[in-house]
């Protein structure tokens, strides 16, 4: 990716460990549960201050997220923190019942997602993390972007009843929110607008998505940008838009082309489109991803400003 | 034997070096966890315990064994590059872009029997192993090696008492009891003891050895099984890090890559400890 050398960039587990520990420090119900993991969540300072309210339970997920729900159902806040891989897909019936059916104020808190496990080969990728919870009846799923969203989500799901699954990256991401930003949980972030091609993005390409429309516009296309942060419930309102004042739509994530981001949006343009909008849905293409850092396999699969330009300047061409 | 015992020692010393070179390149790898299991995966691969051919590693009769704790994936590309399942050389390409030698155990490696990496699996895929073997009236064996702190899993619980109930005598479970996790030590986060009675309740032989005697890994492994109907538990009681004294039983060294000057002071020590004794 051709980004400024001198733009900063941000690990948005630092975000989530520092909001969290604001939160605790107002709400006494704040609980946090690791499986051996609280380092890689950035929580060993959390872990200092509130010795008796973060508890690693080892390595056991399934019973970690089932004591989750115990834990909400006996009046706490529980957060339940750990590489994404493995709280999701370990865990996958005890979020179904425990937490989405019994309809408990659990919060899941994934990190090290997508590809950033790179080397550590697909055992490690949480690619398809966002396809299994996006299909249980009545979870939340938020992707922030950056430290900033990042902050607010853990805010705004503290202040939602219910389970909702927050997935942080490692990957280093630069700001690309404003202080002044509101987070809405259910609403899209325009970030640029334009009339011929929507870029929809979560998590780590959203700024890829931004240099793609930089890129675009030197070539005289115009870009809308969205911030698809929550991917359930989608942003219906603002997909119709796209379709509705846009040409083309491009979405971009760090997960598979199957059920995530992408599949989301195509939902949406299928059922409610008012004229005919292509859709071309950048990710993981159905398969395992191989060996790489995860720089490179973002290069690999093409979820880079360039493989976005070359994806809309496809449908674009179609007009 | 002496001679076989004196060869053994240097191979584990090898393994440890090359190991230890494995991870520094890769900038990535399992330092504790490798060095604590070396001995075991010596003795199995170099002191003629499992039955497997490098000309033939998908031989229907092979022993199947089953890497349950994969992050220590360097030392076992390791062990089977230096037993001739690949070239030596292809481990400069551990977890390199679109190396077969990825982070955790990958069946593109000859050899290995199955993808782990999450915790808790190898237990249970080594009990199908097992019990198609048993069906089958084959005298192959399924041999898996866990962690200790893997064994808070509950999947391992869940198989353990399977294979008891289909008296798997072919089932071999050794588990590299070196007390330490990510974390912190196993007993201070979720305790395993008494972790022999506990398999023993589920049904299983068990036998307690120092995992990093050749001597003892020997005697039980090549007397299997050690009761007749029942899947066989071997503790090994080990050091993480072993070999390596500012490596050895640290929960930081759990994946704390080796600076430059570490690794020549850890191969130094390694060779001298292979030469004095
Ligand atoms: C299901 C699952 N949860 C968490 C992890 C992350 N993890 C990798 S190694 C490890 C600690 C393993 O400790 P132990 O089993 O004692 O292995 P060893 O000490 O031999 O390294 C953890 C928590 C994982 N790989 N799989
Ligand atoms: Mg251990």
Redesign the pocket.
């Given at each position: 990716m051709s980004q400024d050398e001198t733009i900063e960039l941000h690990d948005c587990r630092n975000a989530f460990a520092s909001a969290l520990e604001a939160l605790a420090e107002r709400d006494p119900r704040v609980m946090v549960l690791c499986?051996?993991?609280v380092s890689s969540t950035k929580l060993t300072h959390f872990a200092e201050r509130y010795p008796d309210r973060l508890l690693n339970i080892g390595?056991a997920?399934q019973a970690m997220l089932g004591m989750g729900a115990g834990l909400a159902i006996g009046g706490k806040l529980p957060f339940i923190a750990?590489?994404a891989c493995?709280l999701t897909a370990?865990a996958l019936e005890q979020i179904k019942n425990d937490l989405a059916y019994t309809h408990t104020n659990v919060k899941i808190c994934g990190v090290s997602t997508g590809l950033a496990y790179g080397p550590l080969g697909a055992?490690?990728h949480a690619i398809e993390d966002i396809a299994w919870l996006r299909a249980i009846a009545g979870m939340t799923i938020i992707v922030p972007a950056d430290p900033v969203e990042s902050a607010q989500a853990v805010e705004a799901a503290a202040e939602t009843e219910g389970p909702i699954y927050l997935r942080f990256s490692r990957m280093g991401v630069p700001i690309v929110h404003s202080p002044d930003y509101q987070f809405r949980i259910g609403r899209a972030a325009r970030l640029r607008d334009g009339s011929d091609v929507t870029l929809i993005a979560c998590g780590t390409l959203v700024p890829r998505i931004l240099e793609a429309a930089e890129r675009l516009a030197r070539q005289g296309i115009t870009a809308r940008v969205l911030n698809m942060a929550t991917i359930r419930p989608i942003d219906r309102d603002a997909i119709v838009k796209a379709v509705a004042e846009t040409d083309a739509i491009v979405t971009a994530e760090e997960h598979t082309i199957y059920g995530g981001l992408g599949s989301a949006v195509a939902e949406v343009v299928a059922t409610a489109g008012t004229r005919f909008c292509p859709v071309g849905t950048l990710g993981i293409p159905g398969v395992f991803a191989p060996t790489g850092s995860a720089e490179f396999l973002m290069d690999y699969f093409g979820l880079t400003p360039k493989g976005i330009v070359n994806a809309a300047m496809d449908l674009l061409a179609r007009r | 034997m002496a001679q076989d015992l004196l060869k053994l020692k240097r191979q584990a010393t090898d393994i440890r070096k090359r190991n230890l070179r494995l991870i520094f390149e890769a900038h990535h790898g399992?330092t504790?966890?490798d060095l604590?299991?070396a001995d075991i995966l010596t003795v199995l691969y170099f002191g003629g315990v499992l039955q497997v051919d490098p000309d033939h590693p998908k031989a229907p009769d092979r022993d199947r064994f089953f890497m349950s704790?994969?992050?220590?994936s360097g030392l076992l590309y390791t062990t089977l590059a230096l037993a001739g399942f690949f070239p030596e050389a292809e481990l400069s390409t551990y977890m390199q872009p679109l190396s077969r030698l990825s982070g955790h155990p990958s069946t593109h490696v000859p050899c290995v029997e199955a993808n782990t990496?999450?915790?808790?699996h190898g237990l249970p895929i080594a009990t199908g192993a097992a019990l198609a073997a048993k069906l089958d009236g084959t005298p192959w064996r399924a041999f898996v090696l866990?962690?200790?702190?893997?064994?808070q899993?509950g999947s391992n619980w869940e198989a353990a008492m399977i294979a008891a109930q289909q008296e798997l005598e072919n089932l071999i479970c050794i588990v590299?009891r070196?007390r330490?996790?990510?974390m912190g030590r196993?007993e201070r986060i979720s305790a395993l003891e008494p972790l022999a009675e506990k398999w023993r309740a589920f049904g299983w032989a068990v036998c307690e050895v120092d995992g990093h005697d050749h001597v003892e890994l020997l005697e039980h492994l090549t007397h299997l099984p050690v009761a007749k109907g029942k899947p066989t538990c071997i503790i090994a009681n080990t050091c993480?890090g072993r070999g390596v004294s500012f490596i050895e039983d640290r929960a930081a060294c759990?994946?704390r890559v080796p600076t430059e000057a570490e690794l020549n002071a850890a191969l130094e020590e390694l060779d001298a400890a292979c030469t004095i004794r």
């Open positions: 499986n051996d993991s390595i997920e750990g590489a493995f370990r055992t490690h | 399992h504790g966890g604590s299991a704790k994969g992050h220590c990496g999450a915790l808790g866990t962690g200790d702190g893997e064994l899993e590299d070196n330490l996790q990510m196993t993480k759990h994946h």
